[in-house]
């Protein structure tokens, strides 16, 4: 019977920094989970895109923030639920930019969340070709966390047989040759008419089938393990769409190409996307090669009337 492999001993290969960083991410997980019984709906005010914050995604940011911050390896936070940067230490060889908690409108019916982190050498904003490592991990049935340090695609699952590490479920991950499932957030009467029938193609040519849990890294998970596409795209009410560049996009599209899948922001790949504001939201679409190569021939970006 072959032995498990730890995250710890996958990642002993990596810059020995960066690995203590990725291990110290990795074994926050289980004092996180055992926190969701208790916050299920609490609410703890309005974020910078005023949007509601759950009393769990502050609880969660709060914890990973002082974590990062005691292992000394961290210059600055970047996060989708503080208003500024944390400055944590000026000699530090990373910087962080997460979104501590993605989905958490998810935690009330039980359905897949998840966190999201970039790993970078350099302050933002920076490009996603600068990132030093990307991971996230999907609270579902099972936990997951799926990182890429520049060396392939990898992914863990939680207690395996009882040991309390993550350990290897699949590596050097590609995507399939071929596209099996799709899903679209936001609003499709608010599309582009290409848009939206792009989206119907999806069905009636690619012959995909809907799959949309409603959280980023649910949706990322499933064409991540069985390709298609996802896609939070440009509405007229959103023109930039909801998700975030820096917290979401950056650090899953770096993941998703390292994987063999292609990313598109509208105008060019999600990863050679240029910003000074880190707090950017982005339209966002991943999908197989050729699915992206068809939708740059699609005006996917809508206009707010009268604009
Ligand atoms: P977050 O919980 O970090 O705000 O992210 C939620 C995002 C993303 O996870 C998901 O794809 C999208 O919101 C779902 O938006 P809708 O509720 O508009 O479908
Ligand atoms: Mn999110
Ligand atoms: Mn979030």
């Not at 210059?75 to 944390?86: A, F, G, M, N």
């Not at 991540?224 to 596409?229: M, P, Q, R």
């Not at 975030?244 to 950056?250: I, S, V």
Request: aromatic share 10%.
């Amino acid at each position: 019977m072959e032995r498990e492999i730890t995250f710890e001993e996958h990642t002993r290969e990596l810059e020995p920094e960066l690995a203590r960083l990725l291990v110290t991410i990795a074994d926050m997980t289980v004092e996180i989970r055992n926190e969701f019984p208790h916050r299920l709906m609490g609410v703890s005010g309005t974020n910078k895109y005023g949007e509601v914050v759950s009393e769990l995604d502050a609880w969660v940011n709060d914890y990973i923030c002082k974590k990062l911050a005691a292992t000394g390896l961290v210059r600055k936070i970047y996060s989708e639920e503080l208003v500024q940067p944390l400055l944590v230490r000026e000699d530090a060889p990373f910087v962080v930019a997460m979104d501590p908690l993605d989905g958490s409108s998810n935690i009330v019916t039980n359905n897949p969340f998840g966190t999201i982190m970039g790993i970078y050498r350099k302050d933002l904003p920076v490009t996603g070709e600068n990132l030093a490592a990307s991971l996230y991990k999907l609270y579902g049935p099972i936990t997951t966390l799926v990182y890429d340090a520049g060396k392939g695609v990898h992914e863990f699952v939680k207690h395996r047989k009882g040991a309390a590490k993550y350990c290897l479920l699949h590596e050097k991950m590609k995507i399939p040759e071929e596209g099996g499932v799709f899903g679209l957030g936001g609003e499709p009467l608010e599309w582009t008419p290409e848009f939206l029938r792009f989206a119907k193609d999806l069905v009636k040519v690619h012959k995909l089938k809907l799959r949309y849990c409603g959280a980023f890294v649910g949706d990322f998970s499933q064409i991540l393990h069985k390709g298609g596409f996802f896609s939070y795209p440009s509405s007229v009410k959103n023109p930039k769409g909801k998700l975030r560049l820096f917290y979401e996009a950056q650090p899953m599209a770096k993941i998703f190409e390292d994987a063999g899948g292609a990313t598109w922001s509208g105008s060019e790949s999600l990863l050679k996307t240029k910003c000074d504001d880190v707090n950017v939201r982005t339209p966002l679409y991943f999908g197989n090669k050729k699915i992206i190569e068809l939708l740059k021939g699609v005006k996917t970006v809508a206009h707010k009337e009268g604009e």
